[in-house]
């Protein structure tokens, strides 16, 4: 397994070559993601979007939605071929109008008496697993690439397994296992998860995600270490000092905690990068692999400019923001094909239900990367 | 037509394979050649919405699709073909019709700010039965009690007189709902406020510092405003929506970010439920013919305070300042 982390790794250096442009001789290119999207267009698709949204009291969101994705899927190339999304804006806003009223019961639910909202909670963790599950199949269902949809077979158990068990005994090692948690949870999602009939394999190891952790968290936790040294002393001068001191202390730590939260904003890409980059080189799809080489120093740039941007455009820049994200972690990955891509083939399958997705909307969960 | 044929991949949603072909339209018809020969008629197809750069599909009713190569060239054979953009595609391909958008929302975004938000917040108080609020403020005293206000250390006589005669003034408006006055000692000096559960508290230091029942009156006066006027209610619909707004808008990029705008928004929302308790009280001191002068003398002796302590007073964060208060208030009619 580590052998293929490494030999994936190397062209983190050099970019434009790729370790398949050597080997066997009849092995095809690699091809390289491509992204079309720009921030000029998808702000107009953003802004008329967000005002239908507004007008019509949310019910166009789910309309928007389809059009946010399609733009997005459509703009994104690889082999000189585009994605293709599928997902009905009626579905969405089913699931939309049904995760709405769940959320108002269960707030309502807690006002009544806290006995019935315990157990409103308890159903809705209940609940959560299965909703995932299926906003993972509606998701991969509604995706395709030259035809063929992408699908999720995944046992119900394996979800209440990875998004119930796994997050609870997380929670009682205080977090010592989560590395270890999302690694499973990844590996769920990718071993389950298929294009046509040929299946997804995830091969970073448990190892990998403690390192990775270990990595982003240790440059993370260095970083607090200099701020404390350097403010540290200043602080234990003006204490013990008179009166007036106390107001220069209190300035300071301020200070401290702007220090700590600037600095935790630049490890966020850091830790990013490392992510994607592990979980996209250890995927396979059949025989074909993937690459993944962001850099940390370019993805924290664009996550500093676009807050800069979107701070001093009132959120207008938003869209632009978006798109430049999007657009290098798109193109930082590549497709390393073993035999041709023309020789995949669909699979009969149940579409999945839009409430699960829909919920997780609402619920703000991550689910892509 | 004229149209000469154009490159496209053709997939037939079976398998990946890509076939080269050409798409030509004849009365009609659409005719696919080259590795894959079919026909259909174009009403039967489906166009996928125009964006700048992205390749165009066109989709048979069996999930087979073709993937255009070229752009232009199938934009002049749509057109030719009477194939129209939906009109939000237009919009959004419009760079003129954009801008009004945006100005559009804006102006929207303002509005609602402005006027609909707090009309709306006042209308769903309204439908919301007052209990409701009870409901929320419910172990708010509770709390403050615990932690920051302590027993009352005056008389009870003293306690009774101040709100009998309170009691006994006329409401600017009939039907004030249910309150309770309560004293403190606190340890966060003079002040009073109103709990959405109906209880007004008022603290030691308050009824100390100024040393006047008329200007009390004044005091309970306004804070009898906020809870008539379910200004607490009102404040927490409002701030809930201007909260969900900005994480729709910023919450991506930071929560911090985000918690900004909320913030400051607030506090405007806060500023005009005190000068509308001002008024209250304004109409109240009218009502019971008491002078408006010992209104003003309120804000005279909070500012008095504060200045010699160089920190404003906690009765007046987030609050319009006490000169513009004291104009308002002797100046109104």
């Known amino acids: ?369 | 037509m004229s149209q000469p044929p154009i490159a496209a991949w053709y997939f037939d949603g079976r398998s990946s394979r890509r076939h080269a072909v050409t798409l030509d339209v004849h009365d009609g018809v659409a005719v696919v050649s080259g590795e894959v020969e079919r026909s259909c008629p174009i009403d039967q197809l489906r166009v996928s919405e125009r964006f700048n750069r992205a390749a165009r599909k066109v989709t048979f009713a069996d999930g087979a699709y073709l993937e255009v190569r070229d752009g232009e060239q199938f934009s002049a054979l749509l057109q030719a073909t009477g194939h129209r953009d939906t009109t939000v595609v237009r919009i959004q391909q419009n760079w003129r019709a954009t801008l009004a958008a945006t100005i559009g929302l804006i102006m929207l975004v303002a509005l609602s700010y402005l006027y609909l938000l707090p009309l709306a917040a006042g209308v769903v108080a309204q439908a919301l039965p007052v209990s409701v609020d009870r409901q929320v403020g419910r172990g708010t005293l509770q709390f403050l009690d615990q932690h920051l206000l302590a027993p009352s250390a005056l008389p009870p006589s003293r306690q009774q007189a101040i709100v009998s005669r309170f009691t006994a003034l006329t409401t600017p408006v009939p039907d004030a709902p249910a309150y309770e006055v309560v004293f403190r000692k606190s340890r966060i000096g003079p002040n009073a406020f109103a709990l959405p559960s109906g209880t007004i508290v008022v603290t030691d230091e308050l009824v100390n510092l100024l040393d006047d029942d008329d200007a009390l009156m004044g005091v309970m006066a306004h804070e009898l405003g906020h809870v008539h006027q379910r200004h607490l209610m009102r404040r927490l619909l409002q701030s809930s929506a201007v909260g969900a707004v900005a994480t729709v808008l910023f919450g991506d990029v930071s929560a911090v970010l985000a918690s900004v705008p909320a913030l400051l928004v607030d506090m405007k929302y806060s500023r005009d439920f005190e000068r509308e308790a001002d008024d209250y009280a304004i109409a109240m001191f009218s009502a019971n013919g008491l002078p408006r002068q010992k209104l003003a003398s309120v804000f005279e002796k909070l500012d008095s305070m504060s200045a010699g302590r160089q920190q404003p007073a906690p009765y007046l964060s987030s609050h319009p300042s006490n000169e513009e208060r004291i104009a308002h208030i002797l100046g109104s009619r």
């Open chain 1, 1 to 369: 397994m580590n052998e293929h982390l490494d030999s994936n790794r190397q062209p983190d250096a050099a970019p434009p070559t790729f370790p398949t442009a050597t080997p066997a001789p009849d092995a095809p290119a690699a091809e390289r993601f491509v992204f079309t999207g720009r921030g000029s267009e998808y702000f107009r698709i953003w802004i008329v979007n967000l005002l239908l949204s507004v007008v019509t009291l949310g019910i166009y969101s789910a309309w928007a939605k389809v059009r946010r994705l399609r733009y997005f899927y459509d703009n994104t190339t690889v082999a000189g071929t585009s994605f293709d999304y599928h997902g009905k804006p009626l579905a969405i806003l089913k699931g939309r109008a049904i995760a709405l009223v769940l959320l108002v019961l269960y707030h309502g639910a807690f006002r009544i008496s806290p006995v019935i909202g315990l157990a409103g909670m308890l159903i809705v963790g209940l609940v959560t697993p299965w909703l995932i599950w299926r906003s993972l199949q509606f998701k991969l269902y509604n995706s395709s690439y030259r035809g063929i949809r992408f699908g999720m077979r995944g046992s119900l158990g394996g979800a209440y397994i990875n998004y119930l068990l796994l997050p609870i005994t997380v929670f009682f090692t205080s977090g010592l296992l989560w590395p270890m948690a999302h690694q499973r949870i990844k590996r769920f999602q990718h071993n389950e998860s298929r294009f046509g009939a040929t299946h997804f394999s995830f091969h970073a190891s448990i190892g990998g995600f403690y390192k990775t952790y270990l990595l982003g968290v240790g440059i993370w936790l260095a970083g607090l270490v200099v701020i404390m040294l350097a403010f540290g002393g200043s602080l234990l001068a003006l204490v013990g000092g008179d009166r007036t001191a106390i107001g220069a202390a209190s300035g300071l730590l301020v200070l401290v905690f702007f220090a700590v939260y600037i600095w935790s904003f630049l490890a966020l890409p850091l830790f990013f990068t490392l992510l994607q980059n592990l979980i996209w080189n250890n995927t396979r799809l059949g025989p074909h692999r993937f690459t993944s080489n962001m850099h940390w120093g370019r993805m924290f740039f664009i996550m500093l400019t676009n807050v800069i941007g979107i701070a001093c455009t009132l959120g207008l820049y938003t869209p632009f923001a978006k798109i430049r994200a999007m657009r290098y972690r798109i193109e930082s990955m590549s497709l390393l094909p073993a035999s041709d891509l023309d020789e995949f083939v669909a699979s009969a399958e149940p579409p999945g239900s839009a409430t699960g997705e829909g919920v997780t909307d609402l619920f703000d969960f991550d689910l892509s990367l």
